[in-house]
C-alpha cells in the first residue's frame, strides 16, 4: 500500500528570477517536505504528454510524483531511467508516453492527493497556461522525439532539376 503525503501548502517563490511553486507535505512520518518547480513546469508537462494546459490537478498530479517514480539502470555508468517504459524520448506518440507516464503515477510508492486540495488554490487561481508557447513547446517536444527515435529529421527531396537563374 502506496505511503500517503498531506499537501499542506503551496505558495509562490522567485528563485533567481524564476518564478516557482513550492509544495509543502507532509510524510506519514511526521517529516514536512518542500516540492521546488518553475512555474513553467505546468506547462512543459502538458506539452510533453499532450494533457490540457488548464487541467492543473493532473499536471500537478504528474509533476509531485514525478520524484517517487521507479527508476533503473543497467549498469553504474549509465544513467538512470524510469523502471517501466516507454520514457517521453522513447515512446512512438505523445499518447504513448502520457499512458506510461500516468501508470508511473499510478504504480509509485507514495500516493499525494491532488484533486481539489484547498492548499492548491493559490496554483489553480494564478496558473494562466500561455497557450501559443505550450503548442511551441509541444513542437520542440515531437521534433525531439522523432530526432531520438530515428536519428534525424525526414528531408525534403532535392528537385533534380537544376535551379534556373
Known sequence: MPEK????EAAARNVGGTPCWQVRMLRADGRTIAHLMPQ??????????GIDP??????????????HMALTAETEDE???YATGPALWEADSTTTARVAHLRRVQACPVRIPV???AALAA??????????????MRE???TQRWVSLYGDLPV????????RA
Open 123 to 136: 496554483v489553480r487561481a494564478r496558473h494562466r497556461p500561455d497557450l501559443e508557447r505550450v503548442r511551441a
Open 115 to 117: 484533486r481539489g486540495h
Open 5 to 8: 503525503w498531506i499537501i499542506q
Open 79 to 81: 544513467a538512470p531511467r
Open 40 to 49: 513553467q513546469t505546468l506547462e512543459w508537462r502538458a506539452a510533453e504528454y
Open 156 to 163: 525534403q527531396p532535392i528537385s533534380e532539376e537544376a535551379p
Open 140 to 142: 520542440a517536444v515531437d
Open 54 to 67: 488548464t487541467d492543473v490537478d493532473t499536471l500537478l498530479e504528474i509533476i509531485l510524483h514525478e520524484p
